[in-house]
């Protein structure tokens, strides 16, 4: 008998006459109302750079079909020529950080939108500077180019089958896609989304 068979008799005659009592617990958070932005630092002594986070909730859930065109969005910001202008004047016209990142984080009720930064500890009182910068500004008021929109669809796609590249990339998407109860072929059909997707 093998190890495995073995263990598996152990644990059911320990384990195996127990049932649950009780409903299943709520684990979805409920949704919230919007927050203003807000920032986070977290203080090492001994670091010698300083972590800045710049998040606020979104009323977008990863349901949602404006999703697609948001993914669009931030890529076209940190992927193309906007993002180099905003790296540009933020870190070397003016010094105020070493790296930026932005990111989504879309749940079933609730969703994220952040916006973190490296910088030194004597530059983090110029978070207000930092985030009201005009190039995040300019996708409020202009649209993109035709060129930064495509590719933008260009990365995101290519994306989709570099995530199926190993058995353990395919299993880990689809049992994700399982627990969170999405579609198993989402992603084909976020693949159908994007290039449908145009400036307005």
Same mark, same amino acid.
């Given at each position: ?10 644990? +059911? ?22 927050? %203003? ?8 002594? $001994? ?11 979104? $009323? ?5 079909? !404006? %999703? ?10 940190? !992927? ?50 930092? &985030? &009201? !910068? ?7 008021? +202009?649209?993109? $180019? =035709? =060129? ?5 669809? &260009? /990365? ?6 570099? &995530?199926?590249?190993?058995? =353990?990339? /395919? ?6 896609? $399982?627990? +969170? ?14 290039? !449908?997707?145009?400036?307005?």
């Amino acid at each position: 008998m093998s190890i495995r068979l073995q263990a598996r008799q152990v644990v +059911e005659q320990a384990f195996g006459g127990w049932t649950a009592q009780a409903p299943n617990p709520r684990w979805n958070i409920l949704p919230c109302r919007r927050t %203003r932005p807000a920032s986070c630092m977290c203080r090492i002594p $001994s670091s010698v750079q300083t972590a800045l986070k710049l998040a606020q909730t979104i $009323s977008v859930t990863r349901d949602d079909q !404006a %999703r697609y065109a948001l993914y669009l969005a931030m890529k076209c910001w940190a !992927a193309v020529s906007m993002h180099r202008a905003y790296i540009r004047d933020l870190r070397d016209q003016r010094g105020l950080v070493y790296t930026v990142d932005t990111r989504f984080t879309l749940g079933k009720h609730r969703s994220t939108y952040a916006v973190s930064f490296g910088s030194d500890p004597d530059k983090v009182c110029c978070r207000e500077r930092i &985030g &009201g !910068a005009k190039n995040l500004k300019q996708m409020q008021q +202009e649209p993109v $180019s =035709e =060129e930064d929109l495509k590719r933008a669809k &260009g /990365i995101l796609l290519r994306h989709i089958p570099l &995530g199926e590249s190993s058995y =353990e990339q /395919i299993g880990g998407q689809l049992l994700t896609l $399982s627990i +969170e109860d999405r579609p198993l072929d989402a992603l084909t059909i976020a693949g159908q989304h994007y290039p !449908a997707t145009e400036c307005v």
